[in-house]
């Protein structure tokens, strides 16, 4: 190669590594032996805010110290390139601003002709971001396991609740109703029923999908939670209810709105941390008129507010423009999940509403949340079982009873043959089969788990609708309802009965769902 074709080729090599190393997005730097700083590229600057200018001269080791490795640390990164061999690892590092950042980072040493070390190139990848996503995806899927893990107690409590208030019932009606027994009777309900409550607040907690829309009244629901709320935020908290009077009804699922309620008041709670008062206050207004804008996309006229204002640190304009991401939070890592907020908006646009926050530091914060009023009156119809005097729910219809948990059935029996009921009983879908294929007679209804070893409760329906075309079905189930809309929708709100049930409550279901003349099946 003639010469001056030469130095023009290694000219454009020279000068096609500098542009790679100006261009890359990673920072690279060089050091000499001492490892004081010779060059740094833009995104060096970029990444840790200091210039070229500023970070000549020094030490990276200096500039960009976190505190967060020790000497021993850094030995090692020595040792390792002095002795010719690159080093390879993770180092938290702080910026010209102080922020930290998270660095994958390799450090080389750069040899002369005679294999001597003249300098040492390091080259940083900043991942701080893709390790706060990492450790968002650690919380979302450490949420879905404590889900599951709800889910599984609550179901199992469910089960256990049924006979513990399924007995006391019957033992109610066989004790005189003055005597020191029955007083002692009543307080284990009473224990058994804030259990169920409770098992109904952790059920919440695993729901996902379909939604079971019904009338609810929001003082109703409110006046329910409130030994629950009280109980939450402690007594240094002043609770304070005030209900609006005749606020009518909004559309939506109970349990949902709870869960979304508790999480607003849990959030005051914590901008409490010395006391204060809570309120909670619900009143019906006319949205969509000047004093209450409505957002895009929803609907003007009477909705039903409700406010929760607490005295608490508040929040900054920053802040509040973040509350509805998730994984925002301002509270420390075991503590804040950044989901509660989330989940609330999401329950009021599902509800057909919209909410609105009034905040400022130091001033506490009011969150305003308006649903859809549907009915002016506060009538709700959220049981779909009127309440038929006791006596009234016998019968003569043959059932039959699928359980798996024996003392359940045994419960549920009872129950049904005091009634007057002829019983054929399965422990699982399968034996539930072979029952009703034994027997010739008529079966009227099928009282089935959903979740059932083998067969589940609709399967076993659609089976023993084969032979028996209008068996009628009541389907009971000690897990969210969630569970069952995947099996099977629409879904007749009367053939479903939550666990736990008390004797009544079999009693008048089954009662209802044999005197209803047309009967969808589901
Ligand atoms: P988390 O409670 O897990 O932090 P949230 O979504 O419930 O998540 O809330 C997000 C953030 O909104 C909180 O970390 C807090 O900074 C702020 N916030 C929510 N409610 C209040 C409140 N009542 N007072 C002050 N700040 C609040
Ligand atoms: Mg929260």
Redesign the pocket.
Known sequence: MPIEQEQHYYRRRIELLSRAVQETHNAVIITDRQGLIEYVNPAFTTITGYTAIEALGHTPGSLLKSGQQDIAFYQTIWETILAGKTWRGTLTNRKKSGELYVAHESISPIHDDNGFITNFVAVQQDVTDQQKAQQRLHQAEKLEAIGQLAGGVAHDFNNLLTPILGHTELLTRTLASDGRAMHHLMEIQRAAKRAATLTKQLLTFTRRGDTLEEPLDLNRILTDMLPLLTHTIGEHIELQFLPGEAIGTVKGEAAQLETAIL??V???K??MPNGGCLTLKTETVVAGQSEIEIPAGTLPGPHVRLRIS?T????TPD?QAR??EPF????DKH????????M?HRVVTIMGGFLKVI?EPGK??T?DLYFPQITPDTKVSDRPVTEEPLELCIGHETLLLVEDDDQIRALALCILQECGYHVLEAKDGETAIAVANRHDEMIHLVITDIMLPKLNGPQLAQALRQRRPTIKVLYVSGVADSSFTQYAKPLNPIAYLPKPYTPSDLARRVRLLLDQPSYQPS
Request: hydrophobic share 40%.
């Open positions: 999480n607003l849990l959030n005051a914590d901008a607490d608490g640190h508040g929040m802040v509350i509805f925002f939070t301002t509270k503590k804040g999940t950044g989901l509660g907020l989330p609330v905040s506490g914060t969150f």
